[in-house]
């Protein structure tokens, strides 16, 4: 298949202007914001896309946002099949979602979370990459299929409202939708990383993730730490041994046997050849001056962040301001902590043990609570079918000039973990435009426009070479 025109064209003129009134609508996911329904951030978010989707010259196409009762909508576009094969063979499904990290501090001069910002090839603002940009690109590929005179089968794209708080709501969703899934055996994502601009790169696994709230108290009320100190143990010291029983405080490895897998022979080779290629790994990271990564090769790191169980402190309570603190023996301490899991990690034994590690005998006698809210498997890309490898191939070299590459991801995408377990005889396609800087979920996060377009090409490609596989 040949494209017609320049998909740089529609991108600039009609894409980047509704991108940047996405951004600044400030729609940040539920688990971050309670009161996102009254806030109205989320409808206006929804309305936006839906709206341009709506707008879009897809004969037959079928725009709906799906509503359930205390939960955010989902948008779907139902596409009738185009040319290729019959209508009832096979299907698509083309994800992304349009909740948003909370804004966070320190943006550069210049910058903010929901002022859209365009410097070069980069536009700035919190949720253009991750993942504004999805809709219009999934959609802009169905157009260019059709307008190249191509082939398409049926396509579904769905964009939740959720998944950066763990997709809590979609699995309602998917129960609503029902059948319309049935007989879909490709799914392209386009919520994941890239490691260069210069090429497609898929993703062939998630970590999972679990968050535990950890709380230790020992006392009913704060006393006067001069008075009890020494004789009150300390909540903070109560809990950063706790947290020796998971975590070695020296590397950082996991203490829990249930949070590691055997990591696929198949993985540890691709983590190999692909090492080769990128050198540091740690390029991207803003490391301060004499701080070091972990990790000895770049092989090595891979297989950190992709396939082995890590634990970041991501919130505390119980702490106060440096201004507000006075000479206090607090009575608790509570911590966030999230785990990264591997993909093939079950969530669900790794909470339990991980519950069980934390609270078995407390010390000295303090109450102790671990809960785990959130537990979610990750997820690893079933064998590539023959066909798929080819298209794949094609489509990267059609749209970048090289050949794609692929490799594990560290982050999460609850929806692959559910539609792995739902669609077991489906192809998987994860991609995006995560490369280095764009600093998802952290601040100055931008979207690399040419990369976006040339994703967006690929994709068209690819649903071209599905409809004739």
């Known amino acids: ?32 914001d309670p009161g996102w329904a009254e806030a109205g951030h989320m409808k206006r978010a ?61 943006w550069r ?26 809709a219009f690109a999934a959609l802009t590929a169905i157009e260019a299929v059709r307008a190249a005179g191509g082939s398409h089968r049926r396509c579904l794209v769905l964009i939740e409202a959720s998944e950066e708080s763990g997709s809590p709501d979609l699995p309602a969703h998917l129960d609503r939708i029902g059948d319309r899934l049935t007989g879909t055996n490709l799914v392209v994502a386009l919520d994941s990383w890239c490691w260069s601009y210069d090429r497609l790169w898929l993703t062939t696994s998630l970590r999972g993730l679990l968050g535990v709230e950890l709380t230790v108290e020992v006392l009913a009320e704060g006393v006067h730490s ?30 829990v046997d ?19 290629d990128l050198g540091d790994v740690t390029a991207s990271y803003p490391f301060l001056d004499g701080v070091e990564a972990l990790g000895r090769t770049a092989a090595e790191q891979l297989r950190a962040r992709t396939w082995e169980p890590c634990l970041e402190i991501i ?57 785990a809210g959130t537990a979610e498997s990750g997820w690893a890309a079933p064998p590539t079918a023959p066909w798929l490898a080819a298209a794949l191939t094609q489509a990267s070299r059609a749209a970048f000039g090289q050949d794609p590459r692929s490799v594990g991801e560290g982050g999460t995408i609850p929806f692959m973990g559910m539609l792995g377990r739902s669609l077991p ?24 426009v040419p990369t976006a377009v040339k994703v967006t090409e690929a994709v068209a490609h690819l649903l071209d070479a599905h409809a004739r596989s």
């Open 46 to 106: 929804v309305d936006l896309v839906a709206g341009w989707l709506r707008s879009r010259p897809i004969e037959g196409a079928v725009v709906e946002v799906q509503e359930l009762p205390g939960r955010t909508p989902v948008v779907l576009v139902d596409v009738p099949a185009r040319g290729g094969g019959r209508p009832d063979e096979g299907a698509v499904l083309l994800y992304g979602h349009l909740d948003k990290q909370p804004p966070l501090a320190q």
């Open 315 to 371: 919130a505390a309570e119980g702490l106060p301001a440096l201004s507000d603190g006075g000479n206090v023996l607090r009575p608790k301490t509570t911590a966030g902590l999230s785990f990264r899991l591997p993909p093939t990690c079950d969530a669900r034994a790794a909470a339990a043990a991980v519950e069980r590690a934390l609270t078995a005998d407390p010390p000295p006698g303090a109450r102790v609570r671990a809960v």
């Open 1 to 32: 298949m040949r494209l017609d025109g320049d998909l740089s064209e529609v991108w600039e003129r009609d894409i980047v202007p509704t991108l940047e009134d996405f951004i600044r609508i400030p729609n940040v996911s539920v688990g971050f």
């Open 258 to 276: 249930a949070l590691h897998v055997e990591i696929p022979a198949e993985r540890l080779a691709q983590i190999e050849d692909v090492a080769a």
């Open 425 to 448: 005889e489906a192809q998987f396609v994860i991609t995006g435009v995560l490369g280095p800087g764009s600093n998802a979920h952290g601040p100055n996060e931008f979207l690399h």
């Open 109 to 134: 001069e210049g910058l903010g979370p929901w002022e859209p910002v365009q410097e070069g090839e980069r536009l700035y603002g919190r949720g253009g990459a991750d993942d504004g940009y999805a």
């Open 226 to 255: 001069g008075m009890a100190g020494g004789v009150v143990p300390s909540s903070f010291r109560v809990l950063r041994r706790l947290l020796d029983r998971v975590e070695d405080p020296d590397t950082g490895r996991m203490l």
